[in-house]
Structure formats: C-alpha cells, structure tokens
C-alpha cells in the first residue's frame, strides 16, 4: 500500500531529525561532556525506565527483523539493522516496514 510507504519514509525522516535535534540542542548548551551525558542519561528512575524500554524494542526489533527477512523476502535487511544500532530504534523500524512494504 503506496500510503503506508509514505508513511514509513516520513517517519524515517522524523526518527533521525527528532531525536538527533534534541541531542545537538544538548550539545550547544553543555559541549561534547560525555561524563555529564551519561549523568543525565542515568540519574532518575524514570531515564532508567526510558532505556529500558528501548533496549527491548531495539531487541525485539533485531529479532522480528533476522525472522522475518526471509519470509518476507526484504534484501538488504542489514541496512534497519546498522540504523538501530548506529542512528536508533525510531530509525531502523520504520526503514524495516517500508523495506519490507517496497518487497510486497
């Protein structure tokens, strides 16, 4: 479906600009200070809570991904694979759904 591709492409778009706007915001005001990044990142239960949820979904997501490859016959499915790792889960799964819709 044309509309559920597009959908997709948007939403690769936005999970790159969204999060990597809020990272450099972060990195004008305070520098590249990775100690005071790493207390940010960790100093509350609910950051905890936070990366705890999106280090499942990023697993969970490599394991859809590695299954589902085949069966749906998505080629270059390393490519969402390298996004989640380098960019991002809210890059690496919408690349995979519009990978996977481009193959139907």
Do not use: H
Not at 3 to 19: A, D, E, R, T, W
Not at 48 to 71: C, E, H, K, N, Q
């Amino acid at each position: 479906m044309k509309s559920m591709k597009n959908f997709y492409l948007v939403m690769c778009f936005l999970g790159v600009v969204l999060p990597y706007y809020q990272l450099i915001a972060w990195i004008t005001e305070n520098g590249f200070d990775l100690n005071g990044m790493a207390n940010e990142l960790f100093q509350s239960r609910i950051a905890m809570f936070g990366w705890a949820d999106l280090t499942l979904s990023a697993i969970v997501l490599v394991a859809f991904i590695l299954y589902d490859r085949i069966r749906a016959g998505v080629r270059y499915f390393y490519i969402p694979l390298l996004a989640t790792l380098f960019i991002g889960l809210s890059l690496g799964l919408p690349l995979y759904l519009y990978m996977r819709e481009s193959e139907a």
